[in-house]
T-cell receptor
């Protein structure tokens, strides 16, 4: 069983640039969720993708967008980067069932620094 | 939306000591997970426990859904237990079945 992987591990960008972060979900999972974790805080939900459609969104502006591919891998895109976007970005995969969500498993994260 | 509060915010233990971490939540949940975040940022699943009691080695957890709290017990703590422990919940009531809401965490430091 392959776990959740993310790339890159670290990234440095300048204000105004765009960034794409990638996530490969655990085999057998059909749902990917993205979270942003600022230093000293708990992770904050950005959005979730289920069967290639956005399935819920947190309190993040439209410049945060995403994609899910047929193999259930996912991308998080952030446009017009701001200094406050500096954070650890976490991807989680899970298996959505009729009765609700099962356990979410997290990847190692991507550390983004915006200068 | 649902609120999650963890206590204590910080905890310092001597190796071998036991501890109890608490998570209070403000409404009914359909998912509650406990995580350990290591110094490199990896969130490691400890328990999926929306109700009941589970044990895994030196760790155990109990969720009393009717009283809206969960407890994580760590026995015979080791230095490798150091890190931040998060409780996270989701709630179908708020149409947030897939959204995990995290508490602020408990930072545990185990001294040799």
């Amino acid at each position: 069983e392959t776990g959740v992987t993310q790339s890159p591990t670290h990234l440095i960008k300048t204000r105004g640039q765009q960034v794409t972060l990638r996530c490969s979900s655990q085999s057998g999972h059909n749902t990917v969720s993205w979270y942003q974790q600022a230093l000293g805080q708990g992770p904050q939900f950005i959005f979730q993708y289920y069967r290639e459609e956005e399935n819920g969104r947190g309190n993040f502006p439209p410049r945060f967008s995403g994609l899910q591919f047929p193999n259930y891998s996912s991308e998080l895109n952030v446009n017009a980067l701001e200094l406050d976007d500096s954070a650890l970005y976490l991807c989680a995969s899970s298996l959505a069932l009729a009765g609700g969500q099962e356990t979410q498993y997290f990847g190692p994260g991507t550390r983004l620094l915006v200068l | 939306g649902i609120q999650v509060e963890q206590s204590p915010p910080d905890l310092i233990l001597q190796e071998g000591a036991n501890s109890t971490l608490r998570c209070n939540f403000s409404d009914s949940v359909n998912n509650l997970q406990w995580f350990h975040q290591n110094p490199w940022g990896q969130l490691i699943n400890l328990f999926y426990i929306p109700s009941g009691t589970k044990q895994n080695g030196r760790l155990s957890a109990t969720t009393v859904a009717t009283e809206r709290y969960s407890l994580l017990y760590i026995s015979s703590s080791q230095t490798t237990d150091s890190g931040v422990y998060f409780c996270a919940v989701s709630s179908l009531i708020y149409n947030q079945g897939g959204k995990l809401i995290f508490g602020q965490g408990t930072e545990l430091s185990v001294k040799p």
